[in-house]
């Protein structure tokens, strides 16, 4: 058998990258009070999604290591990652965070599709005949839907970093400072976390060491709102702002 070369070591994270926005919004990260909009800026930095979007647009897994559908599309098996630690020492994601999550999500009824949410995962109402969700163990749920769901409509309010994205957070902050609290100073899974915010200025965040999927190349990220266009473009290219949101009219 021929050696093989080792990976090359991961750079330490340096620096601080700048980015500036047209607006963020209030920092609430909790799934119970976030809203558009935070929601796009929160699941690209602190948060993660159960599945990621390939190129291809197809569904792959993120802190769903897997899945399979029935085929009646009635029952849903989720299969979680093992060892993805919360922020803020709040231990491993379980299914019962899963769970949690996707129930605050849709009681807060701020999420574009907290509606479909809670139907998804029967909460809120007396739900459909047969739908049912099963917590099987720590990486595992089985969701009953009752009638056919098409896939689409749920990986869309389960994939990372869009508008209508949704991502996990620990139940035993929310439990241990209450959903308020917990939204200021969120435990979610994402490899940023939040250090620092205040309203209308900035959000700033630390880079998480040991990343179950991967560390960020920064130290620090910070998103500046800075609501006129001209001073976001004065901002980069005086070297303030290392990118930011812009019109196309902008690239010329």
Known sequence: MEATEAPPAMAEPAGTINMGQKETGIFEAHPSMSSSPRIQFTSSSVGEGLITTAPDLSANPMLAASWEISENFLEWTWNFQKGVQFHKGYGEMTTEDVLYSYQQWHEGA???????????????GPGRPGASVTVVDDYTMVVNTGTPW??????????????????????????????????????????????????GEFWRFSAVEDHWRQSPLFDELVYWTIPEEAARVAGFQTGQLDSFDMAFDSLA
């Open 110 to 124: 701020l999420h574009a599709r907290s509606g479909i949410i809670g139907e998804y995962f029967s909460v809120g």
């Open 150 to 199: 098409v896939q689409q409509d749920v990986f869309e309010f389960m994939r990372n970093g869009g508008g209508s994205s949704t991502w996990v957070v620990s139940k035993a902050q929310s439990d241990e400072l209450g959903a308020e609290a917990a939204s200021k100073d969120i435990a979610a899974t994402g490899p940023w976390q939040i250090e620092e915010h205040a309203s």
